[in-house]
C-alpha cells in the first residue's frame, strides 16, 4: 500500500494540489482493521462521494486516484 505522501505527490502532479483530508478519510478505517481496511471505502462509489463531501470535485478525482493506485500496488 502506498504511503500518504505517495498519494498526495500524486495529486500535486495530476490535479495541482494535494488533498490530505481525503486520503485521511479513505484510510479511517485503518485505525480499526489496519492493512484489512481496504474493505471499507475503497470502492469507486464510496470514494467518490467521501472525495466529493471532503474536497470538492478536485477531492472526488483525489479521491479516484487513490483506489486506483491502491489496486495497482496491490498486483
Not at 471505502?41 to 470514494?47: K, M
Not at 472526488?60 to 496491490?74: G, I
Request: glycine share 10%; with cysteine.
Amino acid at each position: 500500500m502506498p504511503e500518504r505522501k505517495v498519494h498526495e505527490i500524486v495529486d500535486v502532479l495530476l490535479l495541482g494540489q494535494k488533498c490530505s483530508q481525503v486520503h485521511k478519510m479513505i484510510d479511517l478505517p485503518s485505525i480499526w482493521l489496519g492493512k484489512g481496511h481496504r474493505v471499507l471505502f475503497h470502492d469507486e462509489p464510496t470514494a467518490l462521494l467521501i472525495g466529493y463531501v471532503v474536497g470538492g470535485p478536485k477531492g472526488a478525482l483525489s479521491a479516484l486516484l487513490h483506489v486506483w493506485l491502491d489496486r495497482f500496488s496491490r498486483q
